[in-house]
């Protein structure tokens, strides 16, 4: 079964950056449009980023815009984000999510739109 791998993810000082990598398993990032969402314990899963297909189009959520940086590797099948100056609350569980099918600005961070999802990888910013 098609499915995305996350990694990366770990504990960091407040301020600090940590790059998440997310491989896919059985379809190609080419054609998928990819977002990450992350949850943090008691809170709703959010989507964070989300890039699109052969366009590249991105989004991210307003609580990240200036500091994550998604991009995309074809070479190696391989999407990132990159985090910047990351806060206590970037604290989450963070998932990677594809689909074939691009989404628009107002759309992107609906989860139900992603058809390959991973297990996740735990970020941990502490102050």
């Known amino acids: 079964e098609a499915h995305t791998v996350e990694s990366g993810g770990g504990l960091v000082q407040a301020g600090g950056s940590l790059t998440l990598s997310c491989a896919a398993s059985?379809?190609?990032?080419?054609?998928?449009?990819v977002c990450w969402f992350r949850q943090a314990p008691g809170k709703e899963r959010e989507g964070v980023s989300y890039?699109?297909?052969?366009?590249?189009?991105?989004y991210y959520a307003d609580s990240v815009k200036g500091r994550f940086t998604i991009s995309k590797d074809y070479a190696k099948n391989t999407v990132y984000l990159r985090m910047n100056s990351l806060k206590p609350e970037d604290t989450a569980v963070y998932y990677c999510?594809?689909?074939?099918?691009?989404?628009?600005?107002?759309?992107?961070?609906?989860?139900?739109?992603?058809?390959?999802w991973g297990q996740g990888t735990q970020v941990t910013v502490s102050s």
């Open positions: 999510a594809a689909t074939s099918s691009p989404s628009g600005a107002s759309t992107w961070p609906e989860d139900w739109r992603y058809h390959y």
């Open positions: 890039i699109g297909t052969s366009d590249l189009t991105t």
């Open positions: 059985g379809f190609t990032f080419e054609n998928s449009a």
